[in-house]
Each structure stands twice: as C-alpha cells, then as structure tokens.
Nanobody, 127 residues
Framework: QLQLVESGGGLVQPGGSLRLSCVAS????????IGWFRQAPGKEREGVSC????????NYADSVKGRFTISRDNAKNTVYLQMNNLRTDDTAVYYC????????????????????WGQGTQVTVSS
C-alpha cells in the first residue's frame, strides 16, 4: 500500500524555522516526483515547492523563494521542506504528494497531477 506521512509541523513564532519531512512507504520514492502543497482555512490549495526524482530539479512558489528549501534523500525514501524566516501567512496544513515520472529530471507543479497524498501536518506561525 502506497503511503506518504508528513511530520515536523507545529507552532512557531514569526521569523522561526521548521523542517517538514515526508516519508514514503510501500513504494520506491525515487521513481516519483514529490511536491509540497499547503491549504489555509478558507483558501485554495497552493503549491509550495516540488522536486524531481533525482533531486536535481526544484521549483518554488514566489511566496517562499529564498526562505524554503526542498530536498530529498532517496536512500531514506524521504523528502524534506526546510522552512526559514516563517511568516504568519505561512500558516496552513502542509501536504506532500507523489506522482510517478519517467524522467528523473522532471518535477510537477500542478496539484491535480499528483496521485498520492499524505494526511497533512499543521504549521502555525504566530506570536
């Protein structure tokens, strides 16, 4: 059974940092591109960042560029999202998602193209 499990969310003050983890089980994640998405109450799902199978290609939403870093460790079937200089508008439930890709350099931006989703982890940025 294919499964993604996010962890690392929590409550942090503005300017603080968190590192989210997305652990894949039931499949070999290095065949899959991975994306991070978030959804705040009353708002639509938003793409945050995505990474190719190899980890060599990455994409970031403009709102997080320079603050967030996506990375992956295929040996551990894990993708990370390092979030620095957090702002109150980063508050949301963060989800990771996976989609199988033929090319190791491809990443996928659009959420509707992803096939597998985790249950989400809450990130709250507040003073």
């Amino acid at each position: 059974q294919l499964q993604l499990v996010e962890s690392g969310g929590g409550l942090v003050q503005p300017g603080g940092s968190l590192r989210l983890s997305c652990v894949a089980s039931g499949f070999t994640s290095d065949y899959y591109a991975i994306g991070w998405f978030r959804q705040a109450p009353g708002k639509e799902r938003e793409g945050v960042s995505c990474i190719s199978r190899s980890g060599g290609s990455r994409n970031y939403a403009d709102s997080v560029k320079g603050r967030f870093t996506i990375s992956r460790d295929n040996a551990k079937n894990t993708v990370y999202l390092q979030m620095n200089n957090l702002r109150t508008d980063d508050t949301a439930v963060y989800y990771c998602a996976a989609v199988e890709r033929d090319y190791s350099s491809d990443y996928v931006v659009a959420w509707h193209e992803y096939d597998y989703w985790g249950q989400g982890t809450q990130v709250t940025v507040s003073s």
